[in-house]
């Protein structure tokens, strides 16, 4: 059981190149989503799934795309990098009947865009 | 719309102190969770507890307790007897009952507890 796993952990892309930042969970839970953390801002949503073809935006989704074609995977998208994407990305995932007592967390991926 | 407000943004206190830190949250949702995290300096996201908006008990886990608040709309989280370990960021967060429990995470408390 590998639970949440992020990868790559670490990345540095130069501005205007795309990348994908990879999510994946064998715990066949239903809710995956995506933070960026900046210091002093905390965790911030950029989006988020309730289940296989269903996704929905969070705070700061801008720049950004994901789609949920398994239950297993939430890829998440940058397609232009710009430098104001420099962050920790982290991924979480839960299971819809545990009523959100455990949300799993993968251990983040530090994305630099020069 | 919701919001998690944590007011101190550093905290320093001597080993041995103890310590709370403040967690205030807006929601017009009346079912709703909130969330305590510690970050360390290593960097992942270490789950503490989880309170339901139905569930105003107050809970003890060791040196960890959480005072939970509806009127107040404050989920506080005191530390007892602090010890050199508990440095590290700590998160308050907040999730509604039909968002996938995505989290809207508060800006963080560092504390950092010195010998």
């Known amino acids: 059981n590998a639970g949440v796993t992020q990868t790559p952990k670490f990345q540095v892309l130069k501005t205007g190149q795309s990348m994908t930042l990879q999510c994946a969970q064998d715990m066949n839970h239903e809710y995956m989503s995506w933070y960026r953390q900046d210091p002093g801002m905390g965790l911030r949503l950029i989006h988020y799934?309730?289940?296989?073809?269903?996704?929905d935006q969070g705070e700061v989704p801008n720049g950004y795309n994901v789609s949920r074609s398994t239950t297993e995977d939430f890829p998440l998208r940058l397609l232009s990098a710009a430098p104001s994407q420099t962050s920790v990305y982290f991924c979480?995932?839960?299971?819809?009947?545990?009523?959100?007592?455990?949300?799993?967390f993968g251990e983040g991926s530090w994305l630099t865009v020069v | 719309a919701q919001k998690v407000t944590q007011a101190q943004t550093e905290i320093s206190v001597v080993e041995k102190e103890d310590v709370t830190l403040d967690c205030v949250y807006e929601?017009?949702?009346?079912?709703?969770?909130l969330f305590w995290y510690k970050q360390p300096p290593s960097g992942e996201l270490v789950f503490l507890i989880r309170?339901?908006?139905?569930?105003?008990q107050n809970e003890i886990s060791g040196r960890y307790s959480w005072n939970f608040q509806k009127s107040t709309s404050s989920f506080n989280f005191t530390i007892t007897a602090s010890q050199v370990v508990d440095s590290a960021v700590y998160f308050c967060?907040?999730?509604?009952?039909?968002?996938?429990?995505?989290?809207?995470f508060g800006k963080g408390t560092s504390l950092l507890v010195t010998p």
């Open positions: 309170r339901n908006s139905f569930d105003e």
């Open positions: 799934s309730v289940g296989a073809g269903i996704t």
């Open positions: 929601t017009r949702d009346t079912t709703y969770y």
């Open positions: 967060a907040l999730s509604e009952q039909n968002s996938g429990y995505a989290l809207n």
């Open positions: 979480a995932s839960s299971p819809r009947r545990a009523g959100g007592n455990t949300i799993y």
